[in-house]
C-alpha cells in the first residue's frame, strides 16, 4: 500500500511538472489559433503575380488583388472554409530555460479542415482533413499555418495553405521561410513550394 502512494505521488509530480511547463511556453508569448473563414481565388500562374482573391472573414466580405490585369482573373470553381483550432507559441528559451538566440514559433493543432464547396450551387463536396497530411509528413509540417485558398495551379484546383518554416541556416542564424503547401482537391496529393 505505502509503494502504491509513492508511485501515485511521484506520477503526480511528474504530471504537474509537465503542465507547468507547457503552461511556461504558452506565457512566453503563446495565444489560441481558432477562427472559420471562407476564401476563394481565381487562377494563380507560374510566376506567382497574377492572384485575385475575394474572402469572406467571419461573415464580412471584402476584395483583394494582387498583381495581374483584370483580363488574367479566371473564376474559380471553388469555395471553401477553413476551420482551425490549435495554439501558436512564439518561443525564445529552450526546455531549460535558456535564450535560444532566436524566436521559434511552432504551432499545436487540434483541428484544421478545410470545407470544398461548389462556388455556383453552395453543395458541399468534400472536407479535407489538412492537420492530417502535415502530421503523417515531417517534411511539409509547418511551423506556422496560414489560412487555406481554393486556387487553381496549371490548370489543376487545389487548396493552397501559405505557411511558415522555422529553419537553421550555418551562415545567416535561423529564419523564417515563407512556403506554401498546394494540396489538390481531387485526389489531396501535395507538393510545397519556397515562398519569395
Avoid: H
Amino acid at each position: 500500500m505505502k509503494k502504491n502512494k509513492i508511485f501515485i505521488s511521484i506520477l503526480l509530480c511528474l504530471c504537474l511538472c509537465a503542465c507547468t511547463k507547457k503552461a511556461d511556453k504558452v506565457e512566453r508569448g503563446g495565444y489560441d489559433l481558432t477562427y472559420k473563414t471562407g476564401y476563394y481565388a481565381s487562377e494563380i500562374n507560374e510566376d506567382n503575380n497574377a492572384l485575385y482573391v475575394i474572402y469572406l472573414y467571419n461573415g464580412v466580405g471584402d476584395n483583394m488583388g494582387w498583381g495581374g490585369e483584370d483580363d488574367d482573373i479566371i473564376p474559380n470553381k471553388y469555395a471553401i472554409d477553413n476551420d482551425l483550432q490549435g495554439r501558436y507559441l512564439d518561443t525564445f528559451w529552450d526546455e531549460n530555460g535558456n535564450p535560444l538566440g532566436f524566436n521559434l514559433k511552432t504551432t499545436e493543432l487540434d483541428k484544421f479542415n478545410v470545407d470544398i464547396y461548389d462556388i455556383k450551387t453552395g453543395e458541399k463536396l468534400k472536407t479535407i482533413d489538412v492537420k492530417s497530411i502535415f502530421d503523417n509528413d515531417d517534411n511539409i509540417k509547418p511551423d506556422r499555418p496560414y489560412k487555406a485558398m481554393a486556387l487553381e495551379y496549371d490548370g489543376i484546383p487545389y487548396i493552397m495553405v501559405r505557411s511558415e518554416k522555422t529553419s537553421k541556416d550555418i551562415e545567416n542564424g535561423y529564419e523564417d521561410k515563407g512556403k506554401a503547401v498546394f494540396i489538390n482537391i481531387e485526389d489531396e496529393t501535395y507538393f510545397e513550394i519556397m515562398l519569395p
